[in-house]
């Protein structure tokens, strides 16, 4: 991330620029934000924990030292949990899916009560087009429910909604000590863009 991808990212973005885009959108990641508890709002300082978070940081920071001599508007969104359709293996909706195709009777995971804001792949993906139409400097912007969801209560809707039969094993795995409890985004910044 930080050895290979910033750079590449940083060079594509530059040479849009540079060809006359004025209009530029960024995928960022929740995770800049770092180990925080609770809602956050785009004016919170960024406090990357992982490589993958610190690069998505310091792109950020060289697009906007870019905006000093050059003139183009920036959206950079901060995208929270998605869940879909071709999603990492690693991801928690791809683990269960697989599990249940597998026919497993129990699904091993934690007690369950993190709370984490997800969105299917499908919201997320329009608004960021609702975004893109607005030709605007919107610079930071949270792309989120707004709402936070535990994680067991998201499993059971996730087993309900593709009627499969597995059952949830709580507890079965110890809360990661490094991840907070309840981490969710807030989306009134975006809310009130898209209303103008």
Known sequence: HLDEELKISFQFINEAIEH?????LVAGTCFEYGNIEGEVKEDFSPKPINNYSLAKDKLRKKIEFLKIKKDFNLTWMRIFYIYGENQSRNSI?????????KKEKFFDMSEGNQERDYSHVSEIVSKIAKLSYLNNDNGIVNLCSGVPTKIRNLVQQWINEHGWTIKPNY???KYNKDEPMAFWGSNKKYNKLIQR
């Open 20 to 24: 006359g885009i004025k209009n530029i």
């Open 171 to 173: 507890g079965y795995y």
């Open 93 to 101: 909706f791809e683990q269960l899916k697989n599990a249940a195709k």
